[in-house]
C-alpha cells in the first residue's frame, strides 16, 4: 500500500465515523436543503443534460431535484454498469424513476435498454464521494469507477457532500480529477484550481 493509499483509507474512516454520528432525520434534512441549494443553482438550471446519482445510506439524497430537473425537460442520466467493460456509462432514465433495476453491486440503475449518452456530452455531473478537499479533489470508496468515468467527462463537475464530509486537503495521484464546485447543504464552493468545464 503506498503512503497516499494509506493516507486516504484512514481519511475514508475518520469521515464515516463523522457520518454515522448524524441522525438520520438529520440525514434527510441536510438532503433537502442541499436540494434547494441545487436547484438555485445557475449552473445546473442551464445544464440540458445531466449525470447524479442514487444515494447510498451514508450520502445525500437528491432525488426530489433529479425529479423536477426530468419534469422541467433535462435529460436525466444515472450510471449503469457495463460489464464487459469493467465501467459506468450515463444511462437515461425518466421521473419518477421507478423502472430501475438492481445492478451488480447491489445499486440501482437503469435497465439494459436504457440509452447510453456519450460522457463528452454531459452538461453537468453530480458527484458523490466519501470526503472532498478544498481543492475540489474527491475521495472514493476505493475502486476507481469514479475515477474513469471522470476522465472523460467535459461538463461540469459537482461534488456533493455533507459539510462533515470537507476536509482541507486529500493526498492526490495522478487518476485524481478536480471538482469544478462542491455543494453542501450550506454551501457552494467555486474550485478556482479545477480546469476548464
Not at 89 to 94: E, P, R
Not at 108 to 136: K, S, T, W
Request: glycine share 8%.
Amino acid at each position: 500500500m503506498t503512503p497516499a493509499s494509506e493516507q486516504k483509507r484512514e481519511i475514508r474512516k475518520e469521515v464515516r465515523q463523522r457520518i454515522q454520528q448524524l441522525p438520520s432525520d438529520d440525514r434527510k434534512k441536510l438532503s433537502e436543503t442541499a436540494a434547494k441549494n441545487l436547484l438555485g443553482r445557475p449552473e445546473w438550471r442551464t445544464a440540458k443534460t445531466v449525470l447524479a446519482y442514487l444515494p447510498l445510506i451514508d450520502e445525500l439524497d437528491l432525488l426530489p431535484a433529479l425529479e423536477q430537473a426530468a419534469e422541467a425537460g433535462k435529460t436525466v442520466a444515472l450510471p449503469r454498469f457495463v460489464p464487459d467493460q469493467g465501467k459506468y456509462c450515463a444511462a437515461t432514465v425518466d421521473a419518477p424513476f421507478k423502472n430501475l433495476v438492481t445492478g451488480n453491486f447491489g445499486v440501482l440503475e437503469p435497465p439494459l435498454g436504457a440509452v447510453c449518452i456519450p460522457l463528452n456530452r454531459l452538461d453537468f455531473v453530480l458527484v458523490p464521494g466519501v470526503a472532498f478537499d478544498l481543492n475540489g479533489y474527491r475521495l472514493g470508496r476505493g475502486k476507481g469507477f469514479y475515477d474513469r468515468l471522470l476522465a472523460e467527462v467535459t461538463g461540469v463537475k459537482c461534488g456533493v457532500a455533507m459539510d462533515e464530509q470537507i476536509v482541507r486537503s486529500l493526498p492526490v495521484e495522478s487518476h485524481d480529477i478536480p471538482m469544478n464546485f462542491i455543494l453542501t447543504p450550506t454551501r457552494w464552493l467555486t474550485i478556482k484550481a479545477a480546469g476548464p468545464s
